[in-house]
């Protein structure tokens, strides 16, 4: 059994990770630590938890507890992360990083998007930005990998083998995204207070989020060409779930039928994605609490665009789900193992 | 027309009296403060209102701007309510105070329901309990009146006619009241943050809610006899409405149709009361947004028990409505005037 | 006052419509139809309006009811409303239907986007489309006023001055469009099954929604040539609200300051339209239950895309609201009587 | 492994059941049924189910089919059970039923509670009431169990300790129990519409709800004497869970000590009952997608009264996972096995 801590267990993304963790059959939640909630039981945070996950919460800097550990995932919000990570590499744990603050190869946009320098630029060269369907060999060899983010993933999955085909024009593409309220974190606001966002929708960081240039630095090496993308972002009153509709411009001559052949090429075999055949679409209640992402299509004869949909569960395969499918990867399990 | 000032009015019941008194049609908005935003525009803070309510947020002790209004509601939080209102009298200005700092006749109520002493006890013998229905001759000549809470007004008018009337033991009376959020304020907190709260429903302060106090006391006015209750609170994943489920031990011989009689008697006149026969009964959807309370009954034969089931907007009857409404009686005003 | 009539008064829209007109200061509500409750009262199958709208429900087809009326709305299906409008019209009522049924002056469209044939054509030529802020003048004297559908309202208001002006090409028009579950109507069906509806998010009749053609005809004759579009529309979790986001591509050397200064010539006197500057945004919320049309927009300058977004209540600046802001221009009384 | 079939597989029960004896280590699903979708296949209904169960959905008398399953779970609607039922015994297989129809040892009783007559009394007096934390032994050998309704599983598990023990008075006993709209099935209804039921709160079936027969049944058993009680449903806005608050009466001298003393002696050692000591109180959030019942509970000095509260999730503990337990019972594997 491997021996597993997560670090920032209190948040949304960490307790998932540790209600993923705790049924996997091949682990065994070692340490679990928590800025704010250090010294209480895993269970006095979350009592759905009573009687089945009753850890301790470990101070964040508890080193010594890590060391007892095998693996650790890092659950930590943007800007923490970059602080502790090197720490945890410099123990010899390898490392699946949820925040952003790996995920980008250029330190220069994180001033621009994040708001704050990196501080530990050289590992930027090291992590591996952990998008299994198209990275499973350097996977395998990470040491530190860059969780892929939830938008990201709900945009890189359904476009991969559409650019990579060379079937859209990768200067019209526009990505209208929406998720459930668990992406903002678990930290009280006024914006997600029960009154002021039930019954409630939204655009929010309008041509300013901070996963567009994580979407265009890996469309980019997808498509082998420089890209950039319209994004925006939308907040829907519910708990769980990204969909993205995406509009694009097909190649001349590209019909349903070829769309469908690249998809099934690309996807068929994967274990977490399933395509949709008309009349079928994608709901984000289809994949609440799994780790799927579904995508479908339509082609709109009348004015030639393609709108692409996809759905993912934002905590399971937009966070937690997928950094187990890169644990099992990085340790050479079957990478569906825990998860179905 | 009357010169309106709402001293705290950020809040959520503060927004409610805004939008009120923004449609009445005798009063004017005169001033309106905040803790939390002064230096912004009303509308700022809550933006349906732009182009409608833009006037500026006063500072709490802007002392000059209240000066120059007739008439003033409270909608600051208890303890803070306590510190203010002595001030606002001293400007010789008539109060409406809509916090709980001004129900309870018995000072040594506060430290053990509230947590804290009373600050100005002298206010206590001074003040009205502005519940209409049962005060107006005396709520005409209120210079403080204690606006009811929203609990306690969604009980006691569903029982004052009948321990007026003695066909209930008035010491087997169990109340299990269920609110919606808004009832917890605008302040963020992680139980009423969206995805903690919604699809989520509980009991709180069990056997402790400061309530119990106000709605034995003015039951006990009601009876002419002291009596207690068990009052159970819950919270609702919706924003308006408080729902309360009342169980009784009707006296020997009192059927159904003598309660209706004695419904009837009270509330037949009564224009924000509404009473709903068979197959009706209470939805807190029926109120939501206006001044009524709703009441109905039905006597379970089987165990001889009565179980009165009370519905009320907890903003509107159980807060800003029941103020105004108060408003228009002190002034002599039709008492519908901007409730309809 | 004017003597009005609601058929098919209890759907969302015929609800919504005896909402405002029974706090119309000119108007009185004389006669209600409704297919599946005649023969109950209105307060039945709204127990919310209990003591305020008493009326009794008229069969559809009752015209001596309808006869001593002065003024019709007819709030029916579409497809239903095609069969009933011609019989008002003949007894000589203007009528404001609110149906799609008399929205598309092409008949060749129905059979394609509404799947049946139209029958009674000749209308279709004579029927005004009611976009007040567009057709004031020719709005006047309409017999037959077709209100405008919910999402096309939301899509007309943002483009029309952009169109107008030149300022973006109108062969890239991409609207991705979100509506709450009102929408759908009131007749119960597994997909607005709560426990099915709530916490999910899904597109729905992508590239085959009926508003499409009605968007296109409107846009085509604010811009004074043939265009398409791309429209999506989803489905939110919630009761009330339409937010609309809209992809465009700007004209060489157009700015936000251009932009801003179209907006403001166009709609800064506009009643029902407000207009957000940075860092503000539409939001479903700000306008639920008001006649507004809130708009705001960003330039993305990194990829030359404008991205307006809007937002109304889609039964009333989308339905009702709207319905009853024509009736006013119709009668020569002041637009926003009753709606604000 | 077990071939087990699940009659009903459609509605919100046969869901879960799918769900649960999908993962379940020694079963195998064999045998779908539904009424409504036969022909379709399960992942067709419910698409999140896609890729994991995708088993055909036979007609509801295929008996060849289910005469290959070694164990069948019926989750008809009651008045459909009763007659399939026994036809499902006939063949030979153990069943557990989830309806209401083999739960009432009187069959007068359904007339009074159901409004039909029962068609097979004599399978009444074969059925086990399947409450395993107090039949286990007779559920070993049951061949028709009837599982507890999801009400009564709220109630009974918190009084059944309180009741054998002689703590409270039996003839004071008032349960005022709360559900998310998942108890009202799958059927489409005005009530459980979107717009109608979110952000609604209200009782119903108010002194004439169908489990107060089964809950009176099952503590009579428990305490040995005939009792009667006061049960109240409401309806939540929410998906899932049951919170009920029980007024109790306490016998003289009992405290808080002796009750934890005897839910201690109780329950300590029960896989599925967590007691939860103050500050903590049951949250239907904490039990939801789980098979627990929490329990904790206050004793109010003031008024002498007993405030019990317990929550589960209504299909889980409250049917589909209790069912689970009642076959792991039945073949003496051990009880939370597929349940944790």
New interface residues.
Partial sequence: MLKVAVVGATG?TGRELVQILARHPRVRLCCLTSESFAGQRFAQVY??F???VELPLAKLYEMEALAACDFIFSALPHGLSMEMVPKLLAMGKPVVDLSGDFRLKDETLYPQWYGYAHSCQELLARSVYGLPEYQREIIQEAQLLANPGCYPTSVLLPLGPLLREGVIDPDEI?I?A?S???GAG?A???P?????????????K??EHQHTPEIEQELTRMSGRSL???F?A?L??????I?S?I?LRAASGVGEREVWAIYEKYYGDEPFI?L?HPP?????????G?N?C?ISF??????G?L?V?S?IDNLVKGAAGQAVQNMNIMRGWPEETGL?
């Fill in positions: 949304y009592p759905q009573r009687s089945l526009i209208d929406k459930g309220v668990s678990r009280p606001k006024l997600f207070h029960f009154p002021e966002c039930t019954e409630n929708f939204k655009a929010y309008v041509a950039t993308v319209t925006t939308h829907v009153p519910m708990v769980r779930g969909l509709t509009y399933r949709l079928e679409l994608p709901e984000t209640k289809f994949v609440s799994s799927f579904d339509r082609l709109d004869r009348r004015t665009r709108i949909i759905a179905k």
